[in-house]
């Protein structure tokens, strides 16, 4: 293989410094004997347009897309995928050889194989879900829940106007708590989910009651860092399945992986240590 064929990927974001896909990306490429590379780009906003054209010149198959850039990519690219539209973002750039940037959110898809894959027991219509957090990532998740079947979605955000949004945009099967009431929407829930950055190191703890939780109820939390958070302690102490967030990480990288290096890739353990390394 030439030096021009060797195909290249990153992700793209600012700050970039914290991405944990290099490593995951990285470890897939040696895995499987891939001549690819993956490469962290730190993009400033005034600067996005520019790069995004350009690295489809220098090689680049596609890209990751991180914050605070994951909404304006969407005016760049030339194809949409429908998903990006309903959740308003798009994670996951393909650059095509007919020279089309497609543009796609795999993070729904990577919330529910984490979940499939760390609760197998949960089936989507044994009742509720409850969602903290109203930003992108509930979004994602609150369009794969919906979409796999989930009878409702109840939803508390601390501010209740992006909540409503949601709803607006989701429809009926999502309903709204005030955030001082979140503690009562987890009463007979079979999912609970935190997109919030509550309980992430270096922010605030999430301080929502969590009297209502029984053991019946699977628990999530998009947080994974630290990777056991405090709500995640707490309900394991109460015998709920949890699932940590690293996994969603994980999976949300395999499809924009298999587009890129032609090889779709397993999320193992392997995998988990790289990420964590």
Same mark, same amino acid.
């Given at each position: 293989?030439?030096?021009?064929?060797?195909?290249?990927?990153?992700?793209?974001?600012?700050?970039?410094?914290?991405?944990?896909?290099?490593?995951?990306?990285?470890?897939?490429?040696?895995?499987?004997?891939?001549?690819?590379?993956?490469?962290?780009?730190?993009?400033?906003?005034?600067?996005?347009?520019?790069?995004?054209?350009?690295?489809?010149?220098?090689?680049?198959?596609?890209?990751?897309?991180?914050?605070?850039?994951?909404?304006?990519?969407?005016?760049? #690219?030339? @194809? =949409?995928?429908?998903?990006?539209?309903?959740?308003?973002?798009?994670?996951? &750039?393909?650059?095509?050889? %007919? !020279?089309?940037?497609?543009?796609?959110?795999?993070?729904?898809?990577?919330?529910?194989?984490?979940?499939?894959?760390?609760?197998?027991?949960?089936?989507?219509?044994?009742?509720?879900?409850?969602?903290?957090?109203?930003?992108?990532?509930?979004?994602?998740?609150?369009?794969?829940?919906?979409?796999?079947?989930?009878?409702?979605?109840?939803?508390?955000?601390?501010?209740?106007?992006?909540?409503?949004?949601?709803?607006?945009?989701?429809?009926?099967?999502?309903?709204?708590?005030?955030?001082?009431?979140?503690?009562?929407?987890?009463?007979?829930? #079979?999912? @609970? =989910?935190?997109?919030?950055?509550?309980?992430?190191?270096?922010?605030?703890? &999430?301080?929502?009651?969590? %009297? !209502?939780?029984?053991?019946?109820?699977?628990?999530?939390?998009?947080?994974?860092?630290?990777?056991?958070?405090?709500?995640?302690?707490?309900?394991?102490?109460?015998?709920?399945?949890?699932?940590?967030?690293?996994?969603?990480?994980?999976?949300?990288?395999?499809?924009?992986?298999?587009?890129?290096?032609?090889?779709?890739?397993?999320?193992?353990?392997?995998?988990?240590?790289?990420?964590?390394?």
């Amino acid at each position: 293989m030439s030096l021009t064929n060797i195909p290249l990927a990153g992700v793209i974001g600012s700050p970039i410094v914290q991405s944990r896909s290099p490593q995951v990306h990285g470890h897939w490429l040696k895995t499987y004997g891939i001549r690819g590379h993956y490469i962290p780009m730190n993009v400033a906003p005034d600067d996005l347009e520019n790069v995004i054209r350009t690295l489809p010149r220098m090689g680049f198959v596609g890209v990751n897309v991180t914050l605070p850039h994951k909404e304006a990519v969407m005016q760049i #690219a030339d @194809l =949409v995928t429908d998903r990006a539209i309903l959740i308003g973002a798009s994670n996951t &750039l393909i650059f095509r050889k %007919d !020279g089309k940037i497609h543009a796609d959110n795999t993070d729904g898809y990577g919330f529910l194989e984490n979940l499939k894959t760390g609760a197998p027991g949960w089936q989507p219509k044994a009742g509720p879900a409850a969602v903290l957090g109203a930003g992108g990532a509930a979004r994602a998740v609150i369009a794969s829940l919906l979409d796999a079947g989930v009878p409702e979605v109840r939803l508390s955000n601390r501010t209740r106007v992006r909540a409503e949004k949601l709803r607006s945009d989701f429809g009926s099967r999502v309903r709204i708590y005030d955030w001082v009431q979140a503690g009562n929407m987890i009463d007979d829930a #079979a999912l @609970l =989910v935190n997109t919030t950055s509550l309980g992430m190191m270096g922010k605030g703890e &999430l301080r929502v009651p969590l %009297d !209502g939780l029984g053991p019946q109820t699977i628990v999530t939390d998009l947080v994974y860092a630290p990777l056991k958070t405090r709500l995640l302690e707490t309900a394991e102490q109460i015998g709920c399945v949890t699932v940590d967030g690293l996994g969603m990480l994980l999976h949300q990288a395999v499809p924009g992986f298999e587009r890129w290096f032609g090889q779709r890739p397993v999320v193992d353990r392997a995998t988990r240590a790289a990420a964590l390394r």
